[in-house]
Each structure stands twice: as structure tokens, then as C-alpha cells.
């Protein structure tokens, strides 16, 4: 099965901050790449899907990038409400998830 | 609008087994695939199965292949999952997650609001 490797699993970041996180595929998925944000206590969000496309309602400081086996979600200046987990999900073959980066 | 609604929280003992219900609203229940996905406390996100609510069809990861049924009554819109031979690592929250398609690409667009399932002696 294919694995996702997200990095870094948390980073400390300040509102206003550029913030990055790196998801890597075991395996070339094109760009079958999700992304969803997760705080505590509620369900997963979706933010982007295609690796590039931002679901609707989800603001534009959130954007993706990458092909093959890297991806990027970035953000591009924190908000206090984006503090949370973010995961990335393959949707290649089934819908894998990475193990989680958390802004803090 | 689209909402999952989820059945409330078990204890089970070990061996047992548990039943979840997920109902759907605010869309056509059989047009769209439902997946389970659970998360254990303090834990990631670990995508569980697939199901097909027209045909029944189902889809388990590999970890979960002998051991959960997947499920669904159309005639109430709501999807089932069941997890048999209970240990204490299956103690976690679990999600019902309608699965949206936009040109060739699927993703969880709806999730319910998660049941506890805690096992323990």
C-alpha cells in the first residue's frame, strides 16, 4: 500500500508566520493528494484536493503545490483559527492518510 | 445540507464486537461512497474501508480485512460498520466520511461527527 510521510509532525509558529508542511507519497501519485486540517475534538476539514485545488469556502492563504511524491500545503500568513493538525490523504488508490503535522 | 449523523458512544469488552450507524442527509445517499476512518486518542487519521451504497461493494484496508463488515440500509440512508474481535488498541473515534468527486479526483468532503468506542475489560 502506498505510505505518506508528512514532516515536520509539529512546528511552533506565530500568527502572521509563512508556514510550510511537506507530505511525501512511497510512490509516484501524480497529484491524487488531499489535504484537511483537524483541530481538537472535531472531524477533519477538507482545504484542498488535486494537490492544487482549494475546496470551497477554505481561504486563499491556504494554498498547495508538488507533483509525483512531494507536496507542500502552505499558509501563507497564520491566523489565530489555523492552529490545528494537518494531514495529507492519497487518493490514488485507496485514502491513506499522512501521521499528522501540528501547528502550534 | 449534507450531514452525517453518527450513533453515540460504546464500551465493548474485548472479543466483542461493535456496530456503528452513519446517516446520511441533505443528498442523494446512494450516489456517493461512504468511508470509515478512525482515529485513536492523541493519534493520526487511519482510512479503514470503502463502501459502494448502490451495489454494496466494499473496499478494507489491509489491516482491517478479517475482521470489519461494511454495510448499508438505503431504504434509511445510513451505512454501517462493524468491527469484530475487539481488542484495547481499537479503543478510538470513529468517522463516517462521504467521499466527492471533481474531475477524476476523490476526496472526503462530509465527515460525520465521530463515535467513541472505548474497549476495555
Known amino acids: 500500500d502506498i505510505q505518506m510521510t508528512q514532516s515536520p509532525s509539529s512546528l511552533s509558529a506565530s500568527v502572521g508566520d509563512r508556514v510550510s508542511v511537506t507530505c511525501r507519497a512511497s510512490?509516484?501519485?501524480?497529484?491524487?493528494l488531499n489535504w484537511y486540517q483537524q483541530k481538537p475534538g472535531k472531524a477533519p476539514k477538507l482545504l484542498i484536493f488535486?494537490?492544487?485545488s482549494l475546496h470551497s469556502g477554505v481561504p486563499s492563504r491556504f494554498s498547495g503545490s508538488g507533483s509525483g511524491t512531494e507536496f507542500t500545503l502552505t499558509i501563507s500568513s497564520l491566523q489565530p483559527e489555523d492552529f490545528a493538525t494537518y494531514y495529507c490523504q492519497q487518493s490514488y488508490t485507496t485514502g491513506t492518510f499522512g501521521q499528522g503535522t501540528r501547528v502550534e | 445540507q449534507v450531514q452525517l449523523v453518527q450513533s453515540g458512544a460504546e464500551v465493548k469488552r474485548p472479543g466483542a464486537s461493535v456496530k456503528v450507524s452513519c446517516k446520511a442527509s441533505?443528498?442523494?445517499?446512494?450516489?456517493?461512497?461512504i468511508n470509515w476512518v478512525r482515529q485513536a486518542s492523541g493519534q493520526g487519521l487511519e482510512w479503514m474501508g470503502r463502501?459502494?451504497?448502490?451495489?454494496?461493494?466494499?473496499g478494507l484496508a489491509q489491516d482491517f480485512q478479517d475482521r470489519v463488515t461494511l454495510t448499508r440500509n438505503t431504504s434509511i440512508n445510513t451505512a454501517y460498520l462493524e468491527l469484530g474481535s475487539l481488542r484495547s488498541e481499537d479503543t478510538a473515534v470513529y468517522y463516517c466520511?462521504?467521499?466527492?468527486?471533481?474531475?477524476?479526483?476523490?476526496?472526503?468532503?462530509?465527515w460525520g461527527q465521530g463515535t467513541v468506542v472505548i474497549v476495555s475489560s
Open positions: 488535486a494537490a492544487i
Open positions: 466520511a462521504r467521499v466527492s468527486w471533481s474531475s477524476g479526483w476523490f476526496f472526503f468532503d462530509s
Open positions: 510512490q509516484n501519485i501524480i497529484n491524487y
Open positions: 441533505g443528498y442523494t445517499f446512494t450516489s456517493l461512497d
Open positions: 463502501m459502494n451504497p448502490v451495489s454494496g461493494d466494499t
